[in-house]
């Protein structure tokens, strides 16, 4: 595809619950990222991949939170366990490497915790 | 701490004028810095990078300034239409690691009023 893809778009889980969003990245990009974003907030950096290495997980709110990059394309955010202080849009972005790469972000996922 | 500040508050302006939106940061240096676009429902856009060398960067109706002795980057948008409608967001690079790591501010809403 021609943009960053992520899935499902909209996401409803009962506490406890643990889901799993995807981010596909634009075809090449060396550089993943996830973010969160409460309704009327900016995006808050969750972790960072480069290629299959997670290099910074520093913004990953609990040890709920675990996301993967296996073979440096496909992403997967894992949160176990949900809460509802969980919901939020969760967004992926991918960049070509470089300082100042231009970030392409997906449409998100809004997750809701009931 | 660090601190990243837009008006949270919604800017309205009439369509014709000139939209200035203010981006004010705290503790940092960055080598660059990087405005945002978000519709309701879509992940942020890129629009524009400047770099801490660069004064002023134009493109099309749009220009942003960036002072780094004021910590301070302005955005404006001439002849305003109800389409430049959205929030925007300022992004610095605020990673020590080698790579980029991009955080946002809270965002202003821009409403243009026909």
């Known amino acids: 595809g021609a943009g960053v893809s992520q899935s499902p778009r909209y996401k409803v889980a009962k506490r406890g619950q643990d889901v799993a969003l995807r981010c596909d990245p634009i075809?090449?990009?060396?550089?993943l990222f996830w973010y969160q974003q409460a309704l009327g907030q900016g995006p808050e950096f969750l972790t960072y991949?480069?290629?299959?290495?997670?290099?910074?997980k520093s913004g990953l709110p609990s040890d709920r939170f675990f996301a993967e990059r296996p073979e440096g394309s496909v992403s997967t955010l894992k949160i176990q366990r949900t809460q509802q202080e969980d919901s939020a849009v969760y967004l992926c972005?991918?960049?070509?490497?470089?300082?100042?790469?231009?970030?392409?972000f997906g449409q998100g996922t809004r997750l809701t915790v009931v | 701490s660090q601190k990243i500040e837009q008006n949270s508050e919604a800017l309205n302006i009439q369509e014709g004028k000139t939209a200035t939106l203010t981006c004010n940061y705290t503790?940092?240096?960055?080598?660059?810095l990087q405005w945002y676009r978000q519709d309701p429902g879509r992940g942020p856009v890129f629009l524009l990078l400047?770099?801490?060398?660069?004064k002023e960067k134009r493109k099309e109706r749009l220009k942003v300034t960036f002072d780094t002795t004021l910590k301070q980057s302005l955005f404006h948008i001439t002849a305003s239409q109800p389409a430049d409608s959205a929030t925007y967001l300022c992004?610095?690079?605020?990673?020590?690691?080698?790579?980029?790591?991009?955080?946002f501010g809270i965002g202003t809403k821009l409403q243009v009023i026909p």
């Open positions: 992004a610095l690079d605020t990673g020590s690691g080698g790579y980029q790591k991009v955080t």
């Open positions: 400047i770099r801490e060398n660069e």
């Open positions: 075809s090449g990009h060396v550089s």
């Open positions: 972005a991918s960049s070509q490497e470089g300082a100042g790469s231009q970030a392409f």
């Open positions: 503790n940092y240096s960055p080598a660059y």
């Open positions: 991949f480069q290629n299959e290495a997670q290099l910074d």
